[in-house]
């Protein structure tokens, strides 16, 4: 656990910040890569316009369910990607989770697994939340071995969830118990 002086904000690699208005370019073009969008959700793959990414930048900035941020490399402003609670139950301690990183060239380089402990850090000691949900494509093997390795547990499968190239894929839940994230 961090000193109460340190900045939660900050890691090893990676530091979360707010979105800003120049990051919105960025995240357009990530969302013309296919390959990206469907490791992202389970809806179609296909490009967002300015106008839907600036209208998620402000539904972020007001809502008192979600917290998102953006991952940018320790020493440069570089938008790597965004990491966020969000559904987020106050009354029960609950939220879900969501992790991108855009650019495949910062894929597989640590970025993922510094801004996942810096947020879990704060969901379970800023926010005092209790537990902490997330989905996963079986395909992900990437993500699946990330989540499992910071402690995550499978709870369940939507079988047959998605279809991608003629092809079905299973959904997997998973979540985080705070004192299974103190215990590590």
Not at 106 to 118: E, F, H, I, K, S
Not at 157 to 174: E, P, Q
């Amino acid at each position: 656990m961090k000193n109460l002086t340190d900045n939660i904000f900050i890691g090893k690699k990676v530091r979360l910040t707010a979105l800003r208005k120049d990051d919105i370019p960025i995240m357009q073009r990530w969302n013309e890569d296919a390959g990206y969008l469907r490791l992202y959700n389970s809806d179609p793959a296909e490009p967002n316009t300015e106008a839907s990414l600036n209208k998620q930048l402000e539904d972020w900035d007001t809502s008192q369910t979600q917290k998102q941020f953006i991952m940018r490399p320790i020493k440069s402003d570089e938008c790597l990607g965004n990491v966020g609670l969000s559904d987020i139950s106050w009354s029960n301690g609950t939220c879900s989770l969501g992790i991108t990183i855009g650019n495949r060239k910062n894929w597989r380089q640590g970025y993922g697994r510094d801004a996942m402990n810096l947020l879990l850090n704060y969901a379970f000691n800023e926010l005092n939340l209790h537990r902490i949900g997330l989905t996963v494509f079986e395909y992900n093997t990437a993500a699946l071995a990330l989540y499992e390795s910071l402690g995550f547990q499978r709870e369940g499968a939507l079988r047959d969830f998605v279809h991608r190239d003629g092809k079905r894929y299973t959904m997997y839940w998973y979540s985080l118990l705070r004192p299974e994230w103190e215990t590590q």
